[in-house]
Nanobody
Framework: QVQLVESGGGLVQAGGSLRLSCAAS????????IGWFRQAPGKEREFVAV????????YYSDSVRGRFTISRDNAKNTVSLQMNSLKPEDTAVYFC??????????????????WGQGTQVTVSS
């Protein structure tokens, strides 16, 4: 069993930055890939970024590549999402999730086994 807790959300103006954190606990949490997803009102949950258990390989959605950076500290069991140049369309509840990495399905929410409760990010124009 893996428990995930997100933090760091808030209200920021367009062009600003936020840093989200995902604290993981559980015996095998360091062996999972950790992904970030987001969900805006009335929309489906959307893949944002994922980092593999090695803490090196990371992948991003087209909409955030170049603006967001995912990183991992396995010693502290934390995964961070640095979000720069934020846009109003980035407004959503952000979730972190843990699962076994797959090259072809890492963007699919249903492939992740454990989820946090989410943290709200609001970007004002």
């Amino acid at each position: 069993q893996v428990q995930l807790v997100e933090s760091g959300g808030g209200l920021v103006q367009a062009g600003g930055s936020l840093r989200l954190s995902c604290a993981a606990s559980g015996r095998t949490s360091s062996g999972y890939a950790i992904g970030w997803f987001r969900q805006a009102p009335g929309k489906e949950r959307e893949f944002v970024a994922v980092i593999r258990s090695n803490g090196i390989s990371a992948y991003y959605s087209d909409s955030v590549r170049g603006r967001f950076t995912i990183s991992r500290d396995n010693a502290k069991n934390t995964v961070s999402l640095q979000m720069n140049s934020l846009k109003p369309e980035d407004t959503a509840v952000y979730f972190c999730a843990a699962g076994s990495y797959s090259t072809y399905t890492y963007q699919l929410p249903l492939k992740y086994d454990y989820w946090g409760q989410g943290t709200q990010v609001t970007v004002s124009s």
